[in-house]
């Protein structure tokens, strides 16, 4: 089944990973650690509550102007 990642910067550094599809996340030192921690994450969410394969996800991204 194919799966969508979303990394983002740690603030204690190495990445914070999301999946969208499921709402599971992990965090990793490196990107691969964390893609790696959130699979298996997603793994063990699927194992308790399955889901049929869909469509692929479309990811996109969006600019919101910044207030100081």
Same mark, same amino acid.
């Given at each position: 089944? /194919?799966? #969508?990642?979303?990394?983002?910067? %740690?603030? !204690?550094?190495?990445?914070? %990973?999301?999946?969208?599809?499921?709402?599971?996340?992990?965090?990793?030192?490196?990107?691969? !650690? %964390?893609?790696?921690?959130?699979?298996? %994450?997603? !793994?063990?969410?699927?194992?308790?509550?399955?889901?049929?394969?869909?469509?692929?996800?479309?990811? #996109?991204?969006?600019?919101?102007?910044? /207030?100081?």
């Amino acid at each position: 089944m /194919h799966m #969508t990642a979303v990394l983002t910067p %740690a603030e !204690e550094g190495g990445f914070n %990973a999301y999946n969208p599809e499921t709402g599971t996340g992990s965090q990793g030192g490196t990107m691969e !650690e %964390a893609i790696a921690n959130l699979r298996e %994450a997603v !793994e063990l969410y699927l194992d308790e509550f399955p889901m049929q394969a869909g469509g692929s996800p479309i990811v #996109t991204s969006f600019d919101v102007p910044v /207030h100081a």
